[in-house]
């Protein structure tokens, strides 16, 4: 396997990392582009990964022109706030990111001649009427919603991508990402997992949303990362789910941790937010079928995983 060159958008965040490091392991030159918006690393010179020489940093905010005169052989771009409580305290920066941020970030891509995958995102179905949820299905977007600023970011986004590659034959891959989890997370992401897994270790009431009932399919970060890249070295051009298809509650998800954590926290339900989505659950057929790509890694195994690392960032465990 040739040694590539790869620029990674958003390589600073929690998926992004793990994609720098999966790169650089595979003896891959990765420049990380990142304006650190919604980073806890505010110095990623003192990441691990940034002391490879196989890595280079660039502190930016892509939604301005993007200069780099490293050759570049394929562009990741997962630059974008994710998290709920991300987007709804940065909404214009999000819908800037999806369309001015994706905009430069192809016309790079053309300039190198580079291969482009975008991170879009099981919220492109919205509140969905189909489950569990096809790349055919156009999705149930509220565009004025709370969540609307996200959701149609990515969906623009993937318009804009299709657009270039069918205007100036850009190869692109459009991954659509379902709920991911593993080490690393913020404990203040905002998100299920490490916000259980915060409360349940810190003794806090473990917060639901609604009456819990509410189902969502999580996927081991280790398996999204092979996914991702598997898709951008095939040849598919169509959008990818990219997900676990096990669903579960997440009240059945809280009890989980509960238990794994041996946790005293009580659990307490508060309002649902509006527009959350009541099911979530992707149909993976086109990745087994395109990419030879299913998830691995059981649930339980990914969640001591990340229970672990939660406890020594906590200084819970040495």
Not at 39 to 47: A, C, R
Not at 145 to 163: C, H, Q
Not at 254 to 277: F, G, H, M, Q, R
Request: charged share 25%; proline share 6%.
């Amino acid at each position: 396997m040739l040694n590539k060159s790869i620029l990674v958008t958003g390589g600073a965040g929690f998926i992004g990392t793990h994609l720098c490091i999966s790169l650089i392991n595979s003896g891959h030159k990765v420049i990380c582009l990142d304006n650190l918006i919604t980073s806890e690393n505010k110095k990623p010179s003192e990441n691990l990964i940034s002391k490879s020489k196989m890595f280079k940093f660039i502190k930016h905010d892509i939604t301005e022109r993007i200069e780099i005169k490293d050759h570049i052989d394929e562009i990741f771009h997962l630059a974008s706030p994710a998290s709920p409580i991300d987007y709804l305290k940065l909404p214009i920066e999000t819908l800037k990111v999806g369309a001015l941020g994706t905009h430069n970030t192809l016309g790079l891509a053309k300039e190198k001649k580079a291969k482009f995958l975008i991170a879009s995102t099981s919220e492109v179905y919205g509140d969905p009427e189909v489950h569990p949820q096809p790349e055919t299905y156009w999705g149930n977007v509220n565009p004025t919603g709370p969540r609307g600023v996200y959701d149609e970011a990515k969906r623009f986004a993937e318009a804009l991508t299709i657009a270039y590659h069918k205007k100036h034959q850009i190869p692109i891959r459009i991954a659509r990402i379902f709920n991911t989890f593993g080490p690393g997370m913020r404990f203040n992401d905002g998100r299920a997992i490490p916000g259980f897994i915060y409360q349940a270790l810190s003794g806090k009431p473990i917060t639901i949303f609604g009456d819990g009932q509410q189902t969502r399919s999580f996927c081991y970060i280790s398996d999204l990362i092979r996914g991702l890249r598997k898709l951008m070295n095939s040849d598919f051009t169509d959008p990818v789910n990219l997900g676990n298809p096990k669903e579960m509650t997440i009240e059945n998800l809280a009890n989980a941790i509960l238990s794994k954590t041996a946790s005293k926290s009580e659990i307490v339900y508060t309002e649902l937010p509006k527009d959350d989505p009541k099911i979530r659950q992707p149909d993976i057929t086109r990745a087994k079928q395109i990419l030879n790509w299913y998830p691995k890694t059981a649930f339980d195994i990914g969640l001591e995983e990340t229970i672990k690392d939660f406890k020594i960032r906590l200084g819970l465990r040495k």
